[in-house]
C-alpha cells in the first residue's frame, strides 16, 4: 500500500479564503451590489481572524445550492476569465509549499480536500501541480445549468468519509497517512490518519492538539503562486472562479439584475 499527504486548502495551503478571491473584479463587472462587496470585505476579515464556524458554512451550502440554480456553468467561467487577469492569485504559504514537495520526494500522494466548489479548487491546485482534489461538488444538468443540488459538501465528517473512501479505492494506507488543517471542523480528518498536523491553531485546536499529542506547525512566509508558476499556467485560473459568485453573502445582487 501506498501513504498520501491530505491538505485543506484554505488558511492551509492558500492564506486566504479561496472563494473570496474574486469579489472585486465580480463587483466591477456588475455582478455584485456595493452592498455585497463591503460584506464579502466584512465576512473575509472575519473569516482570517476567527474562520467559520458549523452554522456559517451550512449556510454557505445552502445558499450555493439555491443561489446558483439555473446558471449556466459556462457563462460563469466565461466571466472569470474576461477579469482572472486582474486577480492576483492568492497568497500561498511558504511553508505549505515546501510540505508538499517533501511529500512528493517521499513518494506520497498529495491530496487537497477542501469545503471550497471544485470549480475553485481545481485550478488553484493546477498551479501547484496537484490534480487530486476532493472539493464540494454542485450538481450541473444535461443542458449545462447548475440544478441547485449540491452532490458533494465537502465539509466535516464527509471529508474524513471522502478520505476513507479514496484510501480503498486507491490503496491508500491512511495509518501511514498525514492530515494538515486549521480547523477545528476538520477534526475528523485528521482522526482519520496516523499523523495529523495542526496548523496555526486557534487556542481551542492547539488545546485539543496537546491533549491528543498532535504536532502543531505555524506557517507565517506568504508567497505568491503567479511568481512561483509560469506565466502560461495563468490560464487555468480561468475556471478558478466557476462559482466564486455564488457565495451566500453576494449572489443576491445577480438574482435582482435577472
Not at 472539493?135 to 471522502?162: C, F, H, M, N, W
Not at 501511514?176 to 499523523?195: I, K, N, R
Request: proline letters at 3%; a negative charge; one cysteine or more.
Amino acid at each position: 500500500m501506498t501513504s498520501a499527504a491530505f491538505f485543506d486548502l484554505d488558511k492551509t495551503i492558500i492564506a486566504k479564503s479561496s472563494t473570496l478571491a474574486f469579489t472585486k473584479p465580480l463587483y466591477r463587472a456588475g455582478f455584485l451590489s456595493r452592498r455585497a462587496l463591503a460584506r464579502g470585505a466584512i465576512a473575509q476579515a472575519y473569516y482570517q481572524s476567527f474562520g467559520a464556524d458549523h452554522d456559517q458554512l451550512n449556510r454557505v451550502k445552502d445558499e450555493l445550492a439555491a443561489m446558483t440554480k439555473g446558471w449556466s456553468r459556462q457563462e460563469i467561467v466565461s466571466l472569470v476569465e474576461e477579469t482572472v487577469h486582474e486577480v492576483v492569485a492568492p497568497l500561498a504559504y511558504a511553508e505549505a509549499l515546501a510540505l508538499i514537495d517533501s511529500h512528493r520526494r517521499a513518494g506520497r500522494e498529495v491530496v487537497v480536500i477542501s469545503a471550497s466548489p471544485e470549480e475553485i479548487v481545481r485550478p488553484l491546485c493546477r498551479y501547484l501541480g496537484i490534480e487530486d482534489v476532493i472539493a464540494t461538488r454542485s450538481e450541473v444538468g444535461e443542458d449545462g445549468r447548475y440544478t441547485g443540488t449540491i452532490e458533494l459538501y465537502a465539509y466535516g465528517p464527509a471529508k474524513a468519509q471522502a478520505m476513507v473512501e479514496m484510501a480503498r479505492s486507491e490503496g491508500i494506507d491512511l495509518s501511514d497517512s498525514y492530515a494538515y488543517s486549521d480547523s477545528m471542523t476538520d477534526v475528523p480528518m485528521l482522526e482519520a490518519v496516523g499523523h495529523p498536523v495542526v496548523v496555526n491553531p486557534d487556542s481551542e485546536l492547539a488545546a485539543l492538539a496537546a491533549e491528543r499529542g498532535w504536532e502543531i506547525r505555524h506557517f507565517e512566509s506568504a508567497v505568491t503562486l503567479r511568481d512561483r508558476m509560469p506565466t502560461k499556467t495563468m490560464s487555468g485560473v480561468a475556471a478558478a472562479g466557476g462559482v466564486a459568485a455564488v457565495t451566500y453573502w453576494a449572489i443576491r445582487s445577480r438574482k435582482k439584475r435577472g
